[in-house]
């Protein structure tokens, strides 16, 4: 990539997917060619009006010409620069200051604070066990630790909403034309019974910030640079090269979806429309696990890794809450 900050704005260009030159100008305060791990830069001492910066391709590698519009005589001019070139490290971008620490991927403005206390967690689990495949495994128990409490709340309503489908049926059927009596009444029966209808979101709503603060870290961090994990994993920053991660990332999460549907019995006792509902939920079930499998096989197997094991734990949760209610 060519990473530039103009205008006090940054501006990006993916050489892989540039097939002809582009160029940029206006006040330029730092211009930085990036591969994943490493990076070289030219940084003036003051921000240059740049007629033109641009980024090409020169025998499949990535190049770029800085121009700078000069308007004193030759004689006088006296511009100095600092050469910067090195590992993509964020804490010794951000050193250099005036934005230099975009030249990092640490995922959108407002997760890069949890990407950087994520990339730390890492690394002090590193400090302590040298293994990286280990410290995500570790992440992953911690990350469920903390939002276990939310998440029991959460399986424990699903369960619950399963339980009061035959209350709800005849409510249904009490207030069928009165509709506004009948969402009054569900109210009351699902706050008797402590459920909360949307309650099931909650689990996955929950993990989407942290999968895409995590997605940066593992993909980009040199830290996880051919980190060796076990077997065939020699390198949890690329995809897995045997697919066996997302292929048991697929079965766990069949096996997730499958202790969230409600049993034959429970489906009986509820009306045609959440029948047609859990029809749906039923097809899903077989339909998602799939479809995660195509897209997670080119992640990070650090990340694969990560999302396989939360699963898991995910599970055993489910399992044991599933126990406590028949």
């Not at 009948?182 to 910030?209: D, R």
């Not at 076990?230 to 096996?255: C, E, Q, T």
Request: glycine letters at 4%; hydrophobic letters at 45%; charged letters at 20%.
């Amino acid at each position: 990539k060519l990473i530039s900050q103009v205008d006090n704005s940054i501006e990006k260009l993916t050489m892989g997917k540039l097939k002809e030159k582009r160029t940029l100008n206006g006040n330029i305060d730092w211009a930085v060619l990036r591969s994943k791990y490493f990076y070289m830069g030219i940084i003036p001492d003051m921000a240059l009006n740049a007629d033109e910066l641009t980024g090409y391709r020169n025998n499949e590698s990535p190049a770029a010409i800085l121009k700078i519009n000069n308007t004193t005589p030759i004689t006088d001019l006296d511009e100095n620069f600092t050469l910067s070139f090195g590992p993509v490290i964020y804490k010794d971008l951000e050193k250099i200051g005036n934005g230099f620490e975009n030249v990092a991927e640490m995922g959108a403005s407002w997760l890069r604070p949890i990407s950087k206390l994520f990339d730390m967690l890492l690394k002090w689990l590193h400090s302590l066990i040298p293994n990286y495949g280990v410290c995500i495994i570790l992440f992953a128990f911690l990350i469920k630790l903390l939002l276990y409490p939310l998440s029991h709340k959460s399986f424990e309503s699903s369960h619950r909403m399963q339980k009061v489908q035959p209350q709800l049926r005849e409510l249904q059927t009490k207030y069928k034309k009165d509709p506004k009596q009948f969402q009054i009444e569900s109210k009351k029966l699902y706050k008797e019974h402590g459920v909360n209808p949307l309650g099931g979101c909650l689990p996955m709503l929950l993990q989407m910030p942290v999968f895409f603060a995590l997605y940066p870290v593992l993909r980009y961090s040199i830290d996880f640079r051919q980190a060796n994990f076990m077997f065939w994993l020699s390198d949890l920053s690329a995809p897995d090269p045997y697919l066996v991660l997302p292929i048991m990332m697929g079965v766990f999460m069949f096996v997730q979806q499958k202790l969230m549907t409600p049993t034959a019995q429970n489906i009986e006792e509820m009306d045609e429309k959440q029948q047609a509902t859990m029809q749906s939920q039923k097809m899903m079930a077989y339909i998602m696990p799939f479809m995660m499998f195509f897209l997670f096989k080119s992640f990070p197997a650090g990340l694969v890794l990560y999302w396989t094991l939360f699963n898991v734990f995910s599970i055993v949760q489910q399992y044991i809450i599933k126990k406590k209610f028949r």
